[in-house]
């Protein structure tokens, strides 16, 4: 697509419930990252993949977080048992491998809400 | 000491002056800086990497002091359009891998 696409835009979800976070990355992005932006303050890194594997999960907060990306494309980012404070806007970026110097392309993210 | 150090602000400044934000960066050997913006409710969108040598484009500057380790963002002649949120953004390695991002400072323009 044209750009990095998440879904949904918007979700609300009982404590203790599952949830899934969908991004499709920009066609022919190899990398793919995850990041967690609470309210006033700075997206903070979550996870990243070059191609299909987890190059850095580094940021994952605990065992209840989880991301695959099993074909080197579309990525999930799980959460198991949610808590009041996983809510936050989940902002998922592509780039092109070996591009170090230039920024990142961020999706609109999907804010989550856990009620 | 956080990666990334930024005033949050809100800087309040009538349209058409000069404002100026730093932030400042702990790891020595970081190898990337950029410039985000992100609008109320919106992602971050890339502004504007900086040089060594410093950069402009339009009515932005952005400069490196990597002995002092930080970064400044000149916005002049400032337009209602500019009120944002700036993230001061560090890539810590010259390779694919992760961005840091500080908190943001705010900016208001006042008509």
């Known amino acids: 697509g044209a750009g990095v696409s998440q879904t949904p835009s918007n979700k609300v979800t009982e404590k203790g419930k599952y949830v899934e976070l969908r991004c499709d990355p920009i066609?022919?992005?190899?990398?793919l990252y995850w990041y967690r932006q609470s309210l006033g303050q700075g997206p903070e890194f979550l996870i990243y993949?070059?191609?299909?594997?987890?190059?850095?999960d580094s940021g994952l907060p605990n065992d209840r977080f989880f991301a695959v990306r099993p074909e080197g494309s579309v990525s999930t980012l799980k959460i198991q048992r949610t808590e009041r404070g996983d809510s936050a806007v989940y902002l998922c970026?592509?780039?092109?491998?070996?591009?170090?110097?230039?920024?990142?392309?961020f999706g609109s993210g999907t804010r989550l809400t856990v009620v | 000491r956080k990666e990334v150090e930024q005033d949050p602000g809100p800087f309040n400044v009538p349209e058409g002056a000069t404002v100026a934000f730093n932030c400042t960066y702990s790891?020595?050997?970081?190898?990337?800086f950029f410039w985000y913006r992100q609008d109320c409710r919106k992602e971050p969108k890339l502004l504007m990497s900086?040089?060594?040598s410093g950069n402009e484009d339009g009515r932005f500057t952005a400069q490196l002091n990597r002995a002092s380790q930080y970064i400044s963002l000149l916005i002049r002649d400032s337009k209602l359009s500019d009120s944002a949120t700036y993230l001061c953004?560090?890539?810590?390695?010259?390779?694919?891998?992760?961005?840091?991002f500080g908190k943001g400072t705010r900016l208001h323009i006042l008509p």
């Open positions: 066609s022919g992005h190899t990398a």
């Open positions: 993949f070059q191609g299909t594997g987890a190059a850095d």
């Open positions: 790891n020595s050997a970081s190898q990337s």
């Open positions: 970026a592509s780039s092109v491998s070996g591009t170090a110097n230039y920024g990142y392309t």
């Open positions: 900086v040089y060594s």
């Open positions: 953004v560090v890539r810590p390695m010259n390779r694919d891998d992760k961005i840091i």
